[in-house]
């Protein structure tokens, strides 16, 4: 064989594996999915009960490789929506609370006492309010497509029990790094202070924070009892539910027929999830409670009471979240 000849052979060998490739990745794509808790939590078996969908029904044609623990934002889970945004995500299972620096009308659900109970969530996200929220979303570029639940936020501190606003006097109280809890602790009397899920973990830990709010799965999971978190209050401040969406441009990528699997499959996936969560609940109080946690339940005065003292955090903050959608939310919870 003359030298040109194998030289032509080996050219067209490199241009057919060329070829593969194309088509190997025209046909599976693979989009990446962030979420800021792992599978050991509801939210992260959200995220995966999602991938699972996708590959199942798309015969691997396309599938979502799950990034848990903020790692595609190095922690920082306020920054998950704008990298979402600039296509540096390419989809999400995210928290209201961390996107909200991004999308204001998410602060809804942060308002203190606004949404007592789980058939007002349905009602808000599943009517007109929900509606609107989503076309906040998009207007930012990013497509919404279902919603899951983190579930309601109670707190718990290291000090003792919380029945009266007055409990919370000078408590140092880590919060998510949005500014509406800033303002809502303060309002309560606590000295909050704002970081990321990675860096509660340490400071409950070492004790640089007396207390923190979480639902009770991540109470339960994360296991925040043994970093010395042993007074639990039930107050159902406020609801915490879960978006999954993708990036604009991603979205437009795809076919008609994979845009449809993939809002179904979320939809699925967020259903299953958010059934689970609530189901889960009283079992995890008493898991919780087994392990010597004092649980603090309200009356309907002490309620009140803590409704009264966060009233002005409504008033600065409905305007910002915008008053038709509030009135909408009201107007659907009162329905309920
Ligand atoms: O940081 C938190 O507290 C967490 C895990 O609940 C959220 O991401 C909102």
Do not use: H
Request: with cysteine; glycine share 8%; net charge negative.
């Amino acid at each position: 064989m003359t030298l040109t000849r194998s030289m032509a052979r080996f050219t067209a060998g490199l241009a057919g594996a060329a070829l593969l490739c194309t088509a190997l990745s025209a046909q599976a794509r693979e989009l990446s999915v962030s979420t800021v808790l792992s599978d050991a939590f509801p939210w992260g078996q959200a995220a995966e009960k999602w991938a699972e969908l996708v590959e199942e029904r798309s015969g691997g044609e396309l599938t979502l490789r799950v990034y848990p623990n903020s790692q595609l934002v190095s922690g920082d889970q306020t920054r998950e929506f704008s990298a979402m945004r600039s296509g540096l995500i390419d989809a999400a299972v995210g928290s209201t609370i961390n996107w909200s620096p991004q999308v204001p009308e998410l602060n809804l659900f942060s308002l203190p006492f606004f949404i007592p109970d789980e058939a007002a969530v349905d009602a808000v996200t599943g009517g007109e309010a929900g509606g609107m929220i989503f076309e906040a979303i998009e207007s930012r570029g990013v497509i919404p497509l279902a919603w899951g639940e983190n579930g309601f936020r109670q707190v718990s501190n290291s000090r003792g029990p919380i029945s009266e606003p007055g409990d919370l006097d000078g408590l140092k109280i880590r919060v998510v790094g949005s500014p509406l809890f800033q303002d809502t602790f303060s309002a309560l009397g606590a000295d909050p202070t704002q970081m990321s899920w990675t860096d509660a973990q340490p400071a409950l830990t070492t004790g640089a924070v007396d207390g923190q709010e979480n639902p009770l799965s991540v109470f339960d999971v994360a296991r925040i009892d043994q970093v010395g978190q042993e007074y639990l209050t039930l107050w159902n401040y406020m609801n915490d539910p879960l978006i999954f969406a993708v990036n604009q441009q991603v979205w437009r990528s795809l076919s008609e027929e994979q845009q449809t699997l993939l809002r179904e499959t979320a939809q699925e996936a967020g259903e299953w999830e958010i059934a689970m969560t609530r189901e889960e609940e009283s079992e995890r109080l008493a898991a919780i409670q087994e392990r010597g946690v004092t649980v603090t339940e309200l009356t309907d005065e002490q309620y009140q009471a803590f409704v009264d003292a966060t009233q002005s955090v409504y008033e600065k903050w409905a305007p910002r979240i915008g008053e038709a959608l509030v009135d909408a939310a009201q107007t659907a919870i009162d329905a309920r």
